[in-house]
């Protein structure tokens, strides 16, 4: 089947069954490899993507189910301010070690602060408890997601 998907602000076609996951559409079709295939049963959450602004997981999300929604990856939070912000702090307080789960970790914390600009520690937690980090870089994550909603460390 054919399905034309806005991905990034950008129209892109792709021929695929419609239970084809989107992460393979993202990645085998698109080319866009930002997105991480974790452990394929959305327990992980390094696959988390954007469809109009919800975080959601690509492995489990069927391309059929995507329609007019837009999507968002990694490659493109950081045209949307709030996901600029993200990406720098996290640059900023070198949150990443493997880095495998941190393109996830910045989904999830980019819809975070769009739907709470500042968070206290249970909101951060509550919203980030999906995106399992095998690094444990969890302090830093969340002095992350502090300081880029302008709160400090």
């Not at 919800?54 to 059929?64: L, N």
């Not at 870089?137 to 300081?147: E, F, L, M, Q």
Request: charge should be neutral.
């Amino acid at each position: 089947m054919a399905f034309k998907l806005t991905i990034n602000g950008e129209t892109r076609e792709v021929e695929v069954e419609g239970d084809t996951p989107l992460l393979w559409v993202l990645r085998d079709s698109l080319g866009l490899v930002g997105t991480k295939f974790g452990c394929g049963a959305a327990q992980c959450g390094a696959c988390t993507v954007h469809l109009d602004g919800t975080p959601v997981r690509a492995c489990m999300t069927p391309v059929r189910r995507v329609g007019d929604k837009a999507v968002v990856t990694i490659e493109g939070v950081g045209k949307d301010p709030v996901g600029a912000r993200v990406q720098e702090a996290w640059k900023a307080i070198d949150v990443p070690q493997c880095g495998y789960c941190q393109a996830g970790q910045i989904m999830s914390a980019t819809a975070l602060l769009t739907a709470n600009p500042k968070p206290d520690d249970a909101a951060i937690d509550a919203a980030m408890n999906g995106n399992l980090c095998r690094c444990a870089t969890y302090i830093r994550i969340k002095a992350a997601i502090r300081a880029a909603s302008g709160q400090g460390v």
